[in-house]
Each structure stands twice: as structure tokens, then as C-alpha cells.
């Protein structure tokens, strides 16, 4: 399992940035990753990967329901 | 009906206040109703509509009101708990689940783990997603509870928003970056 591994401060920032690539059109978030002032560059990366799991955890309604057992 | 609060309703307000002995009586209290929600949640055969869930979640809540040991006037109090409850009846049935599918005691473990891990996907699930979850925390206790009461307890956004006291469109955001996190922690 991938664990975070972030300090406080860089949980927020990552909390926070996150929300503002939400606010975005899918079609806009490239832009704005790579606009990132330099100070978030540690954080880019798993910005990155988080923001290109959004269409699939969408469409396949990830988590959606509890596995039957 | 009456105002005055029932004990149960006292306990989940301590609980809910970090009260620990408070949260262990609540939750020996409504034991009983909660398993058997669990049970209905994690033994529907078909892929259950998030309707369907909340009802069983609205009528858990309906049984300890009817039984007295809850006040009808103290649902968000209710809802509040429910998702922390439910993850740990929940994972605790996973747990147990996954060690029946091994074998325990005399039973022998079978030798074919591809047949076991085969069969186990969704106990699995459940535990992966319960141990992610203390990275949720680091960023926002709020993901945390909203986890434990959207997949756990299979509650309506419109529920989550009015036990926490935000917009639903708070909840929305809290579980679309909730599963973005998970998918990634859930993914290697």
C-alpha cells in the first residue's frame, strides 16, 4: 500500500491544492499542475497521479458499495 | 414524545465530546442493531443503490428509537456515531471472515493461497481501505468521517452533510478527493 508520507505542512498544502485542481475542468488541470509555483514542486508529482485517477474512480463508481461477503 | 434525552443519547454526545468509556457503553448498547445492519449491508446480493442503504441506516436508527434507547429527536447525534461504529463492526467481520477462509485451530490452512486470495477480494477490500484511512487523517479528519459514513455505513450525502453540519456540497468534494486518495493507496 502506498502510504502518504507527508509532514503536517505539506498534508495541508496537498489538501488544499487539491481542492483548487477540483475546482477545475478535467481539460484544465494540466495546465495548472505545470504552473505550480516551485515551492510545490515535491508535491506536483502525487498531484499528478491523484488527479489522473479522477475519471476512472468516476466512471467506475470506486467505493461506490460495500463488497459482498 | 418527549424531549428529555435517554441515556444512549447522553453517551453518544460524551462519545462524541472524546469520552472514550462513553464511546465503549454506546457502542455495547447498539451492538446488537449494528451488526445486524452490517450483516444486511455486506449480504445484499445485488449491487445495493445508496438508497437502499441509507434506509437500512434510517431503520437501524428507527429500532433503537421505537426500543427507547434512543430519542427521535436526536438522529444527527445518531448518524454522527453510526459511521464509526459501522467501520469497526465492519472491519471486524472482514477480519473474522478472512480468518475463517484460512482455517484456524485443527482446521488445515489450505495450501493453494491463489484460491484463498481469490476469494477474499472483498474482506480485503475492507481492511485496505480501513488502513488508508489513517492517512485521510493527515489531511483532514473530515475525510476520515466521511469515508467511514458514505462506504461504511452507506449513508446519503444529504445525511453526512447534516450530522457534520456542512453543505452537501462539502460532502461531495470530501469523498471525491477521499477516493482519489484511496485509489491511489489501494492501488499498490
Known amino acids: 500500500m502506498t502510504r502518504l508520507e507527508l509532514n503536517p505542512q505539506s498534508a495541508a498544502a496537498l489538501n488544499r491544492l487539491l481542492d483548487q485542481a477540483l475546482d477545475l475542468a478535467p481539460a484544465e488541470r494540466e495546465q495548472w499542475l505545470a504552473s505550480l509555483p516551485a515551492e510545490f514542486a515535491a508535491l506536483q508529482p502525487r498531484l499528478q497521479d491523484l488527479l489522473s485517477r479522477a475519471a476512472c474512480v468516476e466512471t467506475s463508481d470506486f467505493l461506490g458499495t460495500l463488497p459482498k461477503f | ?188
Open chain 2, 1 to 188: 414524545m418527549s424531549a428529555q434525552p435517554t441515556p444512549l443519547t447522553d453517551l453518544i454526545r460524551r462519545a462524541h465530546d472524546g469520552e472514550t468509556g462513553a464511546l465503549q457503553s454506546v457502542f455495547e448498547l447498539t451492538y446488537d442493531e449494528l451488526r445486524r445492519l452490517a450483516r444486511s449491508r455486506l449480504q445484499t446480493v445485488q449491487r445495493a443503490a445508496v438508497l437502499d442503504t441509507t434506509m437500512l441506516v434510517h431503520e437501524c436508527y428507527l429500532r433503537l428509537a421505537t426500543a427507547k434507547k434512543l430519542a427521535v429527536e436526536d438522529r444527527v447525534h445518531f448518524f454522527r456515531y453510526v459511521g464509526r461504529a459501522m467501520r469497526s463492526i465492519i472491519v471486524d467481520i472482514a477480519r473474522g471472515a478472512l480468518r475463517a477462509k484460512r482455517g484456524s485451530g485443527d482446521k488445515p490452512v489450505p495450501l493453494s493461497t491463489t484460491i484463498c486470495e481469490s476469494t477474499s477480494a472483498g474482506e480485503a477490500e475492507v481492511l485496505r481501505v480501513h488502513d488508508a484511512l489513517d492517512d485521510l487523517a493527515q489531511l483532514d479528519p473530515r475525510l476520515v468521517q466521511v469515508v467511514e459514513m458514505r462506504y461504511f455505513a452507506g449513508m446519503t450525502e444529504a445525511d453526512i452533510a447534516t450530522a457534520l453540519g456542512v453543505t452537501d456540497r462539502t460532502i461531495r468534494r470530501d469523498w471525491e478527493k477521499a477516493r482519489l486518495l484511496l485509489a491511489r493507496a489501494l492501488a499498490s
